[in-house]
């Protein structure tokens, strides 16, 4: 049974995370029966599809369905051998093979506002559409014949047409590439309506996803005993996130699927992130011993700085170097030595594999940051989702503009929460400054000549180490990325240094580069995420 394979998948399929696609023209999840009494028959199983959190979208072709346009096919936990699809059908007129459906799971809450297809089960387009994006996936199932496949590729754009993506995947019957085959004999019939796909994934800004990742890699899709092609094949936009395409083994079919992973174009792209301190290292005997030898170097460098402010910006930039470096080595020997024990486990020192990986466990229970934990609670599996679930609701996917309209782009977004929160931080005063004064006069109370003089003196050595030591622990580090439990580790090495820090900047009444750039966390609250109101700001 051919077809060709599409997956959505996301607990919350609008939520935009990681799309998985596989592009195959087989049934991965059943079969055709090839009883002659019974051609047209189809099973559906559910070997390959255990959780009920994944939604898909499933096209295929060469599957009849004769009685409906559309079908859906049930899943229940009692019974999970069916999936809970909704197959949408182009049926070949003929008794000839042909058809192509695509099918979309129950749980993938999107509207179909427009289904496109032809009369001869060769193509059908279907537009999907979300709370916060909307794409079109189209299936083709061209003919063999040179000069009918060229037609029916130039005919393509009535079913693709419109501005919205497009996933474009199917049984070509050609190839692109004399790699794309394994004859070499002179036949070019495998070539006819190259140009003519080409020409239609210039036009919608699509890119061959397999050979793009794999450009000296065969990946023959369609086999008979004496010949490969490559004609099974999924075309993306170019500015879809592509991070793995595979193909794969099928049995019960001469077509092998292409398993494909990517990031729609509306996704938010993360940048590199702000680096934070692992607090980790300061109970690393190498990185605790580089570091303090590392300092007094640093210390002997004062002199060229033009103040104590610049040369402390230029010892963050070299401790955070440090701190990366040291870092790479620890994973490195995690995760040699987890192989090595894996190599080699036994009931000795399986309890030191269970060690290291409590350790990534806690990583992610503190970035889960739970309300509660109890007791003597395991940190399982639950905090590495709720962990990812915590990152995935601080995705900003689209905004509304004061327009109405709605942007998706990182700059489009930036710029409205740069016009929403300039307008509400304005520096306008709505108070009367005639009251104002008024209530300024009645204040009786003023500081002593005692507690001027006290809080107009120099900062001491002893109020930095107090600071240090009754500062709130497992707060959020700044732009430098230091967190407090490095300056509590350190305290003895930095405290001198960070006096004459703090008085040079009372003293010039200027901070420094870093401590003037604020990190700004936009946390959602309840209501319209489209709303900038319902962003909150937490530097």
Not at 282 to 297: A, G, I, N, W
Not at 328 to 354: M, P, W
Not at 403 to 411: A, P, Q
Request: charged letters at 25%; one cysteine or more.
């Amino acid at each position: 049974m051919d077809r060709n394979v599409g997956q959505l998948t996301g607990s919350d399929p609008s939520a935009d995370v990681v799309r998985e696609v596989m592009a195959s023209f087989h049934l991965v999840d059943g079969y055709r029966s090839v009883h002659p009494k019974k051609p047209g028959h189809t099973w559906f199983r559910a070997n390959s599809v255990q959780s009920s959190r994944i939604d898909r979208v499933y096209v295929s072709r060469d599957m009849r369905i004769t009685h409906a346009e559309t079908v859906s096919l049930p899943f229940s936990d009692h019974n999970p051998v069916y999936l809970d699809l909704e197959l949408i059908c182009s049926n070949r007129r003929s008794n000839r093979s042909g058809g192509v459906v695509i099918a979309i799971k129950d749980r993938f809450r999107c509207e179909i506002p427009d289904i496109r297809k032809d009369t001869s089960g060769r193509c059908i387009s279907v537009l999907y559409t979300t709370a916060d994006t909307s794409f079109r996936v189209c299936n083709i199932y061209a003919p063999n014949s040179p000069s009918e496949r060229k037609m029916f590729f130039n005919e393509l754009y009535v079913h693709t047409r419109g501005s919205n993506p497009i996933i474009l995947g199917g049984d070509f019957n050609c190839v692109i590439d004399p790699i794309d085959r394994s004859s070499t004999n002179a036949n070019t019939h495998s070539f006819a309506g190259r140009d003519e796909i080409q020409d239609l994934a210039s036009q919608y800004n699509l890119v061959d996803c397999y050979r793009t990742l794999h450009p000296s890699t065969p990946g023959h899709t369609w086999a008979r005993r004496d010949r490969s092609s490559r004609l099974d094949r999924l075309y993306l936009p170019t500015n879809f996130a592509v991070t793995k395409v595979d193909t794969v083994f099928l049995p019960f079919s001469d077509h092998n699927p292409v398993y494909v992973n990517f990031s729609l174009n509306n996704s938010p792209r993360k940048g590199k992130g702000y680096w934070k301190y692992n607090s980790s290292l300061s109970h690393d005997e190498d990185f605790v011993h580089d570091l303090r030898y590392q300092f007094r170097l640093w210390s002997t460098l004062k002199p060229p700085f033009c103040s104590i402010t610049d040369w402390w910006e230029n010892v963050k930039s070299r401790i955070k170097e440090l701190a990366i470096r040291h870092g790479i080595r620890i994973a490195q020997k995690k995760r040699h030595r987890i192989e090595k024990l894996q190599k080699v486990l036994s009931d000795a020192n399986s309890g030191e594999i269970e060690r290291i990986l409590n350790a990534e466990v806690h990583g992610a229970f503190i970035r889960s940051r739970p309300n509660y934990l109890e007791e003597g609670e395991k940190l399982s599996a639950f905090f590495f989702r709720k962990e990812k679930y915590r990152a995935e609701q601080k995705l900003i996917r689209s905004i509304r503009n004061t327009d109405g309209s709605i942007v998706y782009e990182n700059k489009e977004i930036m710029s409205v929460f740069h016009h929403f929160f300039s307008q509400l931080f304005s520096e306008q005063c709505g108070c009367n400054e005639f009251i104002q004064d008024e209530f300024v006069k009645c204040l009786s109370t003023s500081l002593s000549k005692d507690d001027k003089n006290s809080l107009d003196h120099p900062i001491t050595l002893d109020e930095v180490q107090n600071a240090i030591r009754l500062a709130a622990k497992n707060k959020a580090p700044g732009s430098d990325g230091l967190s407090y439990d490095f300056y509590a580790s350190f305290t003895d090495l930095l405290s001198t240094d960070l006096t004459l820090v703090f008085n040079e900047i009372f003293c010039k009444g200027s901070l420094s580069k870093s401590q003037r750039t604020g990190v700004v966390t936009l946390l959602p609250k309840n209501g319209d995420s489209l709303d900038p109101t319902n962003w909150r700001p937490l530097v």
